[in-house]
C-alpha cells in the first residue's frame, strides 16, 4: 500500500492538503471523496520526495550559484507549439520524462529552454509535471497548470495536452485576426499624424512669414493655425520646448496613468467598465471576453477541474473586472447549491441566449460541450464585429484627414486672397 499526497477542496470551497493510504491512484480519489473534499491534485509520494532530490547519473548538475541569464520571455506560440509536440510524443507512448528532454534539446536559447531544463530536473527527480510547472508562473500560467494537473490525476494527460494545445491555438488565433485587423487603420493614422505635424512645423511657419512681410490681417481660422503652428514647432515667445515632443511623449504618458489606475480593484472596475461603455469598440471587447471566459471554463470541466477551482480560475484569467465580479457571483452561487445560470442572468454581462444555453447544459449535464459551443460562436461573431470595425474605421480616417487637410488649405488661401488683392490696388 502506497501514500499519496493531495489537494482538494472541502464543501466550503477551502483548499484543504493532506495524504491517504491506498493501493492506487483510483482508490485514492474515491478516500478523499469519501471524506467529502473534491480532489483537484493527487500524487504518490516517493522516497525521492521525502530524502530530496538525488543528482541522476550522466546528467549534469548545476554548479551552486549558477545562474541561467535568459532574454524575454516564453511566446504564445512557443507555449503552443511545445504544447502539442508534448502532446504527440505522449500520445505515442514516450515517457514524460524523455518527451521533456527531447523538447528541450531542440529548443532554441531562451526562457522556455531554460524552463525546460528545471522541468526535466524536478521530474526526473521525482516531482511531479503540475508541480514543477507551477514553480514557472511567467512560462504556464495557473489554467496550464491545473488542467495538466487533471490530467495527471486521471491518467490521461496526453489527451489533456491535446485539447489545451488546441484551446492555446484557437487563443492566438483570436488574437492574430484582432490583432491583424486593427494593424491597416492604426499605420494610417500614425502616416496621417505624421504628415500633418510635418506640415504644421515645416511649412506653416514659412506662410507665416509671407503674410507678416505683406502686413495682411490674418483671419481667426488662419491666426489658430498660425498659434498651433508656432507652438508645435516651438515659436512661442518664452517656450522652453517645442509642442510635437508633448504630442509625442502623450501616449506613453496615458499608458503610464493606464497601468498605474489598473493596479487598485478600484481603478480596474473603472477602467473596465468605461471599455465596456465605449461604442463599438466596447461591444467587441465584450464578445471577445465572452468567447475566452466560456472557452476556458469549458476546457477546464471537460479536463475534470471540481467546477468550483475550474470558476476560480477561469475568473482570474477573464481579463476583465466585470466579468471576474459576474464569475466571483456564481462561484458562491454553486458553492450554496444553487445554479450557475441565475447569478449570471442576474448580473446582465451576457446575451440571454447564452444564459440560456447555460441552464440547458447544467439540465443535460452535458455543460462543457455547451460552454464550448458558446465560445465557437462568439468566435464567428468576433470575426464579424472585426471586420464591421475595420470598415467604419476606414471611412472615418478618410473623413478625418478630409477635415485636417482642407482646414489647413482653407486658413493657408484666405490670406492669399487679401495678398492678390492687395497687389492688385498697388499694381493698378
Not at 480532489?39 to 530530496?52: A, H, L, Y
Not at 467604419?392 to 489647413?408: C, Y
Request: with cysteine; aromatic share 6%; hydrophobic share 45%.
Amino acid at each position: 500500500m502506497a501514500t499519496f499526497a493531495y489537494e482538494a477542496l472541502n464543501a466550503a470551497g477551502k483548499p484543504q492538503k493532506g495524504t491517504v493510504d491506498a493501493t492506487s491512484s483510483k482508490e485514492a480519489i474515491e478516500k478523499i471523496k469519501s471524506q467529502g473534499f473534491h480532489p483537484m491534485q493527487v500524487r504518490e509520494q516517493k522516497e525521492s520526495d521525502k530524502k530530496g532530490k538525488a543528482e541522476a547519473p550522466g546528467k549534469k548538475k548545476k554548479k551552486k550559484g549558477e545562474i541561467a541569464i535568459t532574454i524575454g520571455g516564453v511566446s504564445g506560440k512557443q507555449l503552443t507549439n511545445f504544447t502539442r509536440q508534448l502532446s504527440t510524443l505522449q500520445d505515442a507512448g514516450l515517457p514524460l520524462l524523455r518527451s521533456l528532454q527531447i523538447l528541450e534539446e531542440q529548443q532554441k536559447p531562451g526562457k522556455l529552454k531554460s524552463v525546460l531544463q528545471t522541468v526535466c530536473e524536478d521530474v526526473e527527480g521525482g516531482m511531479s509535471l503540475s508541480e514543477s510547472m507551477a514553480k514557472h508562473p511567467r512560462a504556464f500560467d495557473r489554467l496550464y497548470v491545473k488542467m495538466v494537473a487533471a490530467g495527471e490525476v486521471g491518467g490521461v494527460l496526453d489527451v489533456i495536452l491535446q485539447r489545451l494545445a488546441d484551446f492555446l491555438e484557437k487563443a492566438q488565433r483570436l488574437k492574430r485576426k484582432i490583432v491583424g485587423a486593427m494593424l491597416y487603420p492604426v499605420v494610417v493614422m500614425i502616416v496621417a499624424i505624421g504628415i500633418v505635424m510635418f506640415i504644421m512645423v515645416k511649412i506653416i511657419p514659412q506662410f507665416s512669414k509671407i503674410f507678416e512681410e505683406f502686413g495682411v490681417e490674418m483671419p481667426a481660422l488662419t491666426q489658430f493655425l498660425v498659434d498651433s503652428s508656432n507652438w508645435l514647432a516651438g515659436l512661442q515667445p518664452g517656450q522652453n520646448w517645442p509642442g510635437w515632443i508633448f504630442i509625442a511623449l502623450l501616449p506613453g504618458v496615458f499608458f503610464v496613468v493606464w497601468k498605474v489606475a489598473r493596479m487598485a480593484a478600484f481603478g480596474r472596475a473603472i477602467t473596465d467598465t468605461l471599455v465596456l461603455w465605449t461604442p463599438v469598440i466596447g461591444s467587441l471587447i465584450s464578445k471577445t471576453t465572452v468567447a475566452k471566459f466560456t472557452r476556458t471554463l469549458g476546457t477546464l470541466i471537460h479536463a475534470g477541474v471540481p467546477i468550483l477551482d475550474a470558476i476560480t480560475i477561469t475568473k482570474e484569467t477573464s481579463g476583465n473586472y466585470v466579468y471576474e465580479r459576474a464569475l466571483g457571483k456564481v462561484h458562491d452561487s454553486i458553492r450554496e447549491g444553487e445554479t450557475f445560470a441565475a447569478p449570471l442572468r442576474e448580473a446582465k454581462v451576457v446575451d440571454s441566449i447564452v444564459v440560456n444555453m447555460i441552464d440547458v447544459g447544467e439540465e443535460t449535464g452535458d455543460l462543457d460541450s455547451m460552454l464550448m459551443k458558446i465560445a465557437d460562436n462568439y468566435d464567428e461573431e468576433v470575426d464579424v464585429a472585426v471586420n464591421s470595425l475595420v470598415k467604419l474605421i476606414e471611412p472615418l480616417l478618410v473623413l478625418f484627414l478630409g477635415i485636417v487637410v482642407g482646414g489647413i488649405v482653407i486658413a493657408m488661401f484666405l490670406p492669399l486672397v487679401a495678398i492678390i488683392e492687395k497687389l492688385q490696388q498697388s499694381g493698378g
